[in-house]
C-alpha cells in the first residue's frame, strides 16, 4: 500500500519528544508546560461527587448549561462584555479542540491564515489539513513585538482568519491594548475572523490587565475567545476548556464540535461550574505563579544564561548564547541527557526554525523542583 500523508512536512509534536527524553534520563521535566503539584482537592472531590451523584453519561452538545451561565458571569465581570450563555459559550475538550474546531468550521483551500511566530505548534498543522496556508509573522526575541504595519501588508482577500495568543506561550509576552486597538483597526470593516488563544488569561504578572479580545468590540464581533480550565486550575490531563464567540459565529463552530466530540466530560463540567463560582479561584493565580517565576528567576540570576522578560504564562525563556554555539535543538537535548534538565527549544515554533538560542522552562513547579533546575542552569 502506498499511503501518503496529508501533513508531510510534519513530526511528532516537541513535547511528546521532550516529555520522552526527560522521563529517559530521569531529568527534571520542565519543557512540557503542566504543573507538578496537585489540583485543588475541593475541585477534585466536586468531581467525585458528580461521578456519584451520576452524571455519567453526555453532557448536552454544547456543555452544562450551568458551568456556561457561571463562565458568562466571568466574562462579564472580568471584561465588562455578555456572551449569552445558551448560544455563546462552548464547553471544549481543552483549547486545542476548541482551536481545531474554529479552524475546520471556516479555513477552506486557498484560505490565508495570519500566524505570529514564535506561535504554538498546533495552529498551522489544522490550518494545513483543511486546505488553509498560514502565513507567518516573525516576530523576535527580547521583546517580540508586533509590527502592525508589516500585519496590515499581508491582509488580502484570501486571509480569512487571524490567530494571536496573549498572554503568549512560548515568549511570554503579551499584547497591549494598543496592540489590540491597532489590530481592530486591521480587521474593521472585513470579513476577517479572529482566533484568540487566551489560555493563559490568568496567568499574567506585574500587574498587567489581560486584554481579551472581548474588551474590543471591533474584534469581539469577530472573534472566538479561547480559554483553558487545565492552566487556571492546575489540571491539565482532565483536558477541558471552553470557547466564546458572537451567536451568529458560534452556530457554525457547533456545526463541526457536535461531529468532532459530541460534547466533553460531565462530571467534571458538574465540579466546574460550582467550583468556578468562587472568583478566588483565578483571581490568585497572578501572585501564586508570579511568586514562581520570582523564585525561578532569583536562583538563576548569577547563571551564565540570559534572562527575558517574561509578563505572562507559565514559562520562562533563556538565552544561552553566552555558554554555547549550539542550535537549540542540540542543546535542549544534551541538557537533558547530560544535565538532568529538560526544556523546550523555541526554535520549533519558529519560521524557518529560525535559531535565536532560547530554551524554554516551565515554572509551574513545586519550590523543590525549581531549586533543584536553578542549581544545575547556574552551574552549567
Ligand atoms: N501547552 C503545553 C505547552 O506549551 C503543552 C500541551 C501539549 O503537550 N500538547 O507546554
Known sequence: MHIKSKLPQTGTTIFTIMSALAAEHNAINLSQGFPDFESSSELINLVTDAMKKGYNQYAPMPGVLRLREVISEKIASLYGVNYHPESEITITAGGTQAIFTILSAFVKPGDEVIVFKPAYDCYEPAIQLNGGKAISVQLRAPGFQVDWNEVRSLVNERTKMVIINTPNNPSGTVFSKDDMTQLASILEDTNILLLSDEVYEHLIFDGAQHQSAARFP????????????????????????????????????????????????????????????????????????????????????????????????????????????????????????EYKLASIPVSVFNENQLDQKLLRFCFAKKEETLEKAGEILSKI
Not at 472573534?223 to 482532565?238: D, E, L, Q, R
Not at 483536558?239 to 456545526?255: D, H, I, S, W
Not at 540570576?301 to 535543538?329: H, M, N, V, W
Open 218 to 337: 471591533a474584534l469581539a464581533e469577530r472573534a472566538f475567545i479561547v480559554s483553558s480550565f487545565g492552566k487556571t486550575f492546575h489540571n491539565t490531563g482532565w483536558k477541558m476548556g471552553y470557547c466564546a464567540a458572537p451567536a451568529e459565529l458560534m452556530k457554525f463552530f457547533r456545526q463541526v464540535h457536535q461531529f468532532n466530540v459530541f460534547c466533553v466530560n460531565h462530571p467534571v463540567q458538574i465540579a466546574l461550574a460550582a467550583y468556578l463560582k468562587n472568583p478566588d479561584t483565578y483571581l490568585t493565580l497572578p501572585d501564586f505563579y508570579q511568586q514562581k517565576r520570582d523564585f525561578f528567576v532569583k536562583r538563576i540570576e548569577t547563571s551564565r544564561f540570559k534572562i527575558l522578560p517574561c509578563q505572562g504564562t507559565y514559562f520562562q525563556l533563556l538565552d544561552y548564547s553566552a555558554i554555547t554555539d549550539e542550535k537549540d535543538t542540540d542543546f535542549a537535548i544534551r541538557l537533558t541527557k
